[in-house]
């Protein structure tokens, strides 16, 4: 009777185990001559994106630039005056989908302390700041592992 019993336990646990996994699939929304559809795989893209090549920068555009995305991270700021930001620093081009289109964005990495609500200083934390190719617009800046403004691509 028990030995029954455990055999039923063993089918239902294997029949549920099969059954989630059919459900953890992805699906991907895109749109289709016009019309938004389901599919397994990913969505395609018009065309290649353009790469735009990647020259250096005088001292007095970075340091521009520079300036732009810690003011952008003093803006994200409960204290923006009281922000202690070092070590800004250039670095790589990356792709980036912002929706519809694919675009090159550079980064800009710094370190930040800046004080939580109750007034005291949180400890030193990296952010990285997205900016487009010109390097003067921000495109997006957070906290290294929230940066959430901008998607990356996976091509």
């Known amino acids: 009777m028990c030995d029954l019993f455990m055999k039923k336990i063993t089918l239902i646990f294997a029949l549920f185990a099969a059954s989630t996994a059919a459900f953890a699939q992805e699906a991907y929304r895109c749109k289709v001559n016009g019309q938004m559809v389901i599919q397994e795989s990913p969505c395609k893209v018009a065309g290649p994106a353009p790469v735009i090549p990647d020259l250096p920068a005088s001292p007095e555009a970075i340091a521009q630039a520079s300036a732009l995305c810690e003011a952008a991270v003093r803006r994200e700021m409960k204290d923006p005056d009281a922000a202690k930001i070092k070590d800004t620093h250039r670095s790589r081009t990356e792709k980036w989908c912002t929706r519809p ?17 109750y007034g005291g200083y949180v400890g030193e934390k990296p952010y990285r700041c997205a900016l487009d190719m010109s390097e003067s617009i921000v495109l997006g800046v957070a906290q290294i592992g929230e940066f959430e403004k901008v998607v990356p691509c996976d091509r």
């Open 101 to 117: 289109t694919i675009t090159q964005v550079r980064y800009y990495w710094m370190t930040v302390n800046g004080k939580n609500s």
